[in-house]
Nanobody, 126 residues
Framework: QVQLVESGGGLVQAGGSLRLSCAAS????????VNWYRQALGKQRELVAT???????NYADSVKGRFTVSRDNAKKTAYLQMNSLKPEDTAVYYC????????????????????YGQGTQVTVSS
């Protein structure tokens, strides 16, 4: 009943920009903290950016000053603006929400915990 769908990935040259979107769908009542993770081939998943329900943000040192996380609660969408991209930013990017409160048609209000989207590939060429 709840889906997170990322979009906006693609191939870009070093120094370029991309904006990723994470759109939530379903009978959603509340979206708590949104995290953006990335996982490069052969590497562990890395937390890139976080935005809380109160719009507090946090970033990995590797992306500070280049990436900006934001959210539009009315659209149930979070964004990751990525500027000055580097080849080392190449990875699959995932959005994650620590808690989504939604309406289940048979069970009423429920929480989806630690919910991930399917990911979107970002490739930065040198």
């Amino acid at each position: 009943q709840v889906q997170l769908v990322e979009s906006g990935g693609g191939l870009v040259q070093a120094g370029g920009s991309l904006r990723l979107s994470c759109a939530a769908s379903g009978s959603i009542l509340n979206i708590n903290t949104v995290n953006w993770y990335r996982q490069a081939l052969g590497k562990q998943r890395e937390l890139v950016a976080t935005i809380t329900s109160g719009d507090s943000t946090n970033y990995a040192d590797s992306v500070k000053g280049r990436f900006t996380v934001s959210r539009d609660n009315a659209k149930k969408t979070a964004y990751l603006q990525m500027n000055s991209l580097k080849p080392e930013d190449t990875a699959v990017y995932y959005c994650n929400v620590d808690r989504i409160r939604f309406i289940d048609p048979t069970m009423g209000a429920r929480d989806a915990i630690d919910y991930y989207g399917q990911g979107t590939q970002v490739t930065v060429s040198s």
